[in-house]
T-cell receptor, first 109, second 115 residues
């Protein structure tokens, strides 16, 4: 099956700093999502981005499908951005998502 | 975005009892739902794919007789943990997939503690 690698595993940022999270896939995916898991365990959908670039406020994501990776950019980080960020991908829309191990982000004031 | 609910959010039960967890898609119809399990500080592991009107597809290593899945309607899937034991204690999360695009939306999760 597909393997998903996320980096870095842990990240500590000063409030206001920018960061880039990376997700590599062992095989082509046609379905790719980024999530933020809050302290209560809820997975919040950030982006559905099988290819291309999207932006939502201080967050943006880029997927280069031909090179099997995706990047999540967080700008001007805030303490509320803390939590675990997961990327997940699937071969097609009909297949389940396979999750990476996540990046644990701590933003300190 | 679409909303998926789960009930209960937290359950504590005695060893040997069965626990049922409900997953509902509130504002869309989901022919396919997924059940995941997450241990503390770990990633989500897929347990099974639930298809409306047919048998669930279980991942390797997941006991189908222990984790009974029923997807009786386009908006409801249930996971029943039968004869629960302490090692079944975990965070169970369901998701439902929209038809197009194939974006998945997750429920808030159910924290199961078996004493």
């Amino acid at each position: 099956g597909i393997q998903v690698e996320q980096s870095p595993p842990d990240l500590i940022l000063q409030e206001g700093a920018n960061s880039t999270l990376r997700c590599n896939f062992s095989d082509s995916v046609n379905n790719l999502q980024w999530f933020h898991q809050n302290p209560w365990g809820q997975l919040i959908n950030l982006f559905y981005i099988p290819s291309g670039t999207k932006q939502n406020g201080r967050l943006s994501a880029t997927t280069v499908a031909t090179e099997r990776y995706s990047l999540l950019y967080i700008s001007s980080s805030q303490t509320t951005d803390s939590g675990v960020y997961f990327c997940a991908g699937g071969r097609s829309g009909n297949t389940p998502l396979v999750f990476g191990k996540g990046t644990r982000l701590s933003v300190i004031a | 975005g679409a909303v998926v609910s789960q009930h209960p959010s937290r359950v504590i039960c005695k060893s040997g009892t069965s626990v049922k967890i409900e997953c509902r898609s509130l504002d869309f119809q989901a022919t396919t739902m997924f059940w995941y399990r997450q241990f503390p500080k770990k990633s989500l592991m897929l347990m099974a794919t639930s298809n409306e009107g047919s048998k669930a597809t279980y991942e390797q290593g997941v006991e189908k007789d222990k984790f009974l899945i029923n997807h009786a309607s386009l908006t409801l899937s249930t996971l029943t943990v039968t004869s629960a034991h302490p090692e079944d204690s975990s965070f169970y999360i369901c998701s439902a997939r929209d038809s197009s695009p194939y974006e998945q939306f997750f429920g808030p999760g159910t924290r199961l503690t078996v004493l």
